[in-house]
Antibody, heavy 119, light 109 residues
Framework: EVQLVQSGAEVKKPGESLRISCKGS????????ISWVRQMPGKGLEWMGR????????NYSPSFQGHVTISADKSISTAYLQWSSLKASDTAMYYC????????????WGQGTLVTVSS | QSVLTQPPSVSGAPGQRVTISCTGS?????????VHWYQQLPGTAPKLLIY???NRPSGVPDRFSGSKSGTSASLAITGLQAEDEADYYCQSYDSSLSVFGGGTKLTVL
């Protein structure tokens, strides 16, 4: 069974760093891209960026470039989304999702990780 | 403001047919890139509903169908059921990056 299991909810203060994870199982992790998607409270889906776990090649949306870093460790089938300095506006639900190639649909999604940034 | 434009809301009575539009441009849908549709029930992760413009993943009822023409795409839902009440999003590709529509809230009256 294909699964993407994300790390648990986080509560952080502005300026702190954070890394959340997405562990894939039930499939060949290096055969599918992983995208990260943000959903702010009461808002729509925003594509943040993606990574090809086979070689760690990444693409970012201009809206998120420079503010987050996407990485992967194929040895443990895990992708990451990290911030070096959180802002209150980063408060959101974050989803990881896999897709077969860069423009294909996301057929499996993680359960989401809620990040709350508050002083 | 999303690159792909969807109506904020649509509604219909049980049993009726509704459509949700997704309007793009010559740099995304009009460039020939596929459109995918997702259903997001309250409090849950999105679920792939339609991929490659008109294909249904295994397990998705045939009440759901997708189409694409020119710079737009549409999701149609026939035989509307109470359980279809959810948010729906289109997704495509633009300038080597993925983009989502703003989302449409479907209310079943």
């Amino acid at each position: 069974e294909v699964q993407l299991v994300q790390s648990g909810a986080e509560v952080k203060k502005p300026g702190e760093s954070l890394r959340i994870s997405c562990k894939g199982s039930g499939y060949s992790f290096t055969s599918y891209w992983i995208s990260w998607v943000r959903q702010m409270p009461g808002k729509g889906l925003e594509w943040m960026g993606r990574i090809d776990p086979s070689d760690s090649y990444t693409n970012y949306s201009p809206s998120f470039q420079g503010h987050v870093t996407i990485s992967a460790d194929k040895s443990i089938s895990t992708a990451y989304l990290q911030w070096s300095s959180l802002k209150a506006s980063d408060t959101a639900m974050y989803y990881c999702a896999r897709h077969a190639y860069d423009s294909s649909g996301c057929d499996y999604w993680g359960q989401g990780t809620l990040v709350t940034v508050s002083s | 403001q999303s690159v792909l434009t969807q109506p904020p809301s649509v509604s219909g009575a049980p049993g009726q047919r509704v459509t949700i539009s997704c309007t793009g441009s010559s740099s995304n849908i009009g460039a020939g890139y596929d459109v995918h549709w997702y259903q997001q029930l309250p409090g849950t992760a999105p679920k792939l509903l339609i991929y490659g413009n008109s294909n249904r993943p295994s397990g998705v009822p045939d009440r759901f169908s997708g189409s694409k023409s020119g710079t737009s795409a549409s999701l149609a839902i026939t035989g509307l059921q109470a359980e279809d009440e959810a948010d729906y999003y289109c997704q495509s590709y633009d300038s080597s990056l993925s983009v989502f529509g703003g989302g449409t809230k479907l209310t079943v009256l």
